[in-house]
Each structure stands twice: as structure tokens, then as C-alpha cells.
């Protein structure tokens, strides 16, 4: 039933790189504003970054801005993070989301993929 499968996800250590991927089994996601969750060791899942269904509108965690990236690619039907500078703080595990009521930015998830872990060392 997953329609969302992230990848990409391993140990890195502080100040490096990582990037996520996210592909969506089915097209009806182009329409949808998509975004990366994270949730780490005894904390709330959070929004990460959240972007548009044409990829013109992006947000950002006040933790993440300036060292993360989101886009999308709908002809691959995929989203991506870019994750550079990484901390100890970004350690968790990375989840792929989708909001059906909006083409704008996520509120409300309505799909999400499986999760991948990214664990940073300092």
C-alpha cells in the first residue's frame, strides 16, 4: 500500500552531505504540495521543508534554512532533500509526505512513505 518510498538516508558525519529522495507510485502526487517530516530520539515529528506542486513555493524549518534544499521532479514523479551541513541535531528518521487538500505548502498529510534513517556523527 505505500506509495511514497524515500531512500537515500545513512551515517554521515557533521558538516556533511546527504540527499534524500522520495518517488511517488502514481501521478496523481504532481498536484500535491509534498514535504519531509523528520522525527529523532524522543522528539515530535516536525515539517522539515515543504514545497509547491510546480516546486515556485518552498518552506523551511528555522533549523534547517540556508543548509537544506527541497525540489521535486514530476516527470520523475519525485522530491528530493538536499541536506548539507549536517549536525548532530538532524539526526532522525526522514519521512516523504504528501497533502492532497493543498497544491501550495503541506498542512495535513494525507500519504507518507516508510521512512529513512539519517544519523549524524560529531
Known amino acids: 500500500q505505500v506509495q511514497l518510498v524515500e531512500s537515500g538516508g545513512g551515517l554521515v558525519q557533521a558538516g556533511g552531505s546527504l540527499r534524500l529522495s522520495c518517488i511517488a507510485s502514481?501521478?496523481?502526487?504532481?498536484?500535491?504540495?509534498m514535504g519531509w517530516f523528520r522525527q529523532g530520539p524522543g522528539k515530535d515529528r516536525e515539517l522539515v521543508a515543504s514545497?509547491?506542486?510546480?516546486?515556485?513555493?518552498?518552506s523551511y524549518a528555522d533549523s534547517v534554512k540556508g543548509r537544506f534544499t527541497i525540489s521535486r521532479d514530476n516527470v520523475k514523479h519525485a522530491v528530493y532533500l538536499q541536506m548539507s551541513n549536517l549536525k548532530s541535531e538532524d539526526t532522525a528518521v526522514y519521512y516523504c509526505?504528501?497533502?492532497?487538500?493543498?497544491?501550495?505548502?503541506?498542512?495535513?498529510?494525507?500519504?507518507w512513505g516508510q521512512g529513512t534513517q539519517v544519523t549524524v556523527s560529531s
Open positions: 509526505a504528501a497533502d492532497r487538500q493543498s497544491g501550495v505548502a503541506v498542512t495535513q498529510p494525507g500519504y
Open positions: 502514481e501521478p496523481m502526487f504532481d498536484s500535491y504540495a
Open positions: 514545497i509547491s506542486w510546480d516546486g515556485d513555493y518552498t
